[in-house]
């Protein structure tokens, strides 16, 4: 898909703030008002835009421990696979989930949780009851350096 200058600025604008109307978008891009929504219902309808979120501080909720936890598997079969996935996929203290190579674990996992007695709960009910998990690795978040939202662009000018 091709995208012109004035598409990248649009995606640039909306991952900054995805609150803004469209009117403020189009005088951000350029654009009047019906041009610049045709372009971002373009973008939403072939999947470039994949949906709008409010971003939340976690600390703030509550939220104070991140843990990130490498998780190796017994067999490395699609039915093994599946399981643990829709399984982790419940859990809302799993903020994402990976499927890894080139490292000794299967998955990499953030999970988010109030404190360490809140992260024992998930580990010892939860993820190591889970069929198939033989491993986990944990380590734990004591300053986050970068938090972009955003995905670099600059590849598609």
């Known amino acids: 898909m091709g995208f012109d200058k004035i598409d990248l600025n649009i995606l640039r604008e909306l991952q900054q703030d995805s609150s803004l109307t469209n009117q403020e978008l189009a005088d951000r891009v350029g654009l009047s008002a019906s041009p610049c929504l ?32 490498q998780i190796s598997m017994d067999r490395h079969t699609p039915e093994r696979f599946e399981v643990f996935e829709s399984l982790v996929e419940s859990y809302p203290e799993v903020k994402s989930c990976n499927l890894v190579t080139g490292q000794s674990a299967d998955y990499l996992l953030e999970v988010v949780v109030e404190d360490m007695d809140k992260y024992q709960e998930f580990l010892l009910g939860k993820l190591t009851r889970i069929a198939g998990v033989t491993g986990v690795h944990s380590s734990f978040l004591l300053r986050r350096i970068i938090n972009r939202t955003a995905l670099p662009l600059d590849h598609l000018a």
């Open 38 to 69: 045709r372009r971002v219902k373009a973008l939403e309808e072939t999947g470039v835009i994949d949906r709008s979120v409010t971003l939340l501080d976690q600390k703030k909720l509550g939220l104070k421990l991140t843990a990130f936890i």
